[in-house]
């Protein structure tokens, strides 16, 4: 046992009481009513990006769609993975993992927002992950070391989160290096079109080749941003 346990008998005698508190010790420095209270409201925002991503991967429509489409799954797979951890710590601290859908969008810190283009659908999403990851910045330096868990969960969480926000970053720049506009719409791709008659196969292969030219052009500025376009 490490020289700085002092008293190991007073510890046995502590970890003795209330054991059906499970993990929650004594010790426990932070309020665990709280704690429970503010990952409810995390559990909320990540089932709302959940839902936002898998609107988005459905409707994905245009040129850059497919590219675009498997990128929302994944992101709403990792958002999925989020709430599960975040579940499973608030049943952890003897909490129970509020899903009911009446208030998730008022618990939420992001937003549920459609879009209507497959830009603004990017916009909506980088939108909500910088919302996220600031929050999830002001959690961490809450939970500081009066829970340590709780506080590395999230950190591991918010890591994502920066990843998914510079992932759209760079599709922000592919649906047009300039504006951000997309191009307009493939036929082929069209959820709700989709006839591939000869006509159809024509002009993607035409907006393929045009939006290839674009993105072309300023590849040498970021290299992210070059392997992105090297996918498309
Ligand atoms: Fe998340
Ligand atoms: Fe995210």
Redesign the pocket.
């Known amino acids: 046992m490490p020289s700085f346990v002092t008293d190991v008998e007073e510890i046995r005698k502590r970890a003795a009481q209330k054991i059906e508190d499970g993990a929650v010790t004594n010790t426990y420095q932070g309020d665990v009513e709280q704690t429970i209270s503010i990952l409810n409201d995390a559990l909320a925002t990540e089932i709302v990006?959940v839902l936002r991503y898998m609107h988005h991967y459905f409707m994905a429509t245009g040129v850059h769609a497919m590219a675009v489409r498997d990128e929302f799954k994944e992101?709403a797979d990792?958002?999925r993975e989020?709430a599960d951890k975040i579940a499973e710590r608030i049943q952890q601290l003897g909490g129970k993992p509020d899903f009911n859908p009446a208030s998730l969008v008022q618990r939420s810190a992001s937003q549920y927002a459609e879009g209507k283009s497959l830009s603004d659908m990017i916009k909506e999403d980088l939108i909500?992950?910088r919302i996220?990851i600031e929050v999830y910045q002001q959690m961490i330096r809450h939970f500081a070391d009066h829970d340590p868990t709780t506080r590395v969960m999230i950190e591991g969480i918010l890591s994502?989160?920066e990843e998914?926000?510079s992932d759209l970053s760079d599709l922000l720049f592919i649906t047009d290096p300039r504006s951000g506009e997309t191009e307009g719409e493939d036929p082929g791709t069209h959820p709700l079109d989709m006839r591939s008659d000869e006509r159809s196969r024509q002009q993607r292969g035409a907006q393929q080749s045009k939006a290839r030219e674009n993105t072309g052009v300023s590849k040498g500025n970021n290299r992210n941003r070059k392997k992105r376009a090297a996918k498309i």
């Open positions: 990006c992101h990792a958002e989020h909500a992950e996220v994502d989160e998914h926000a």
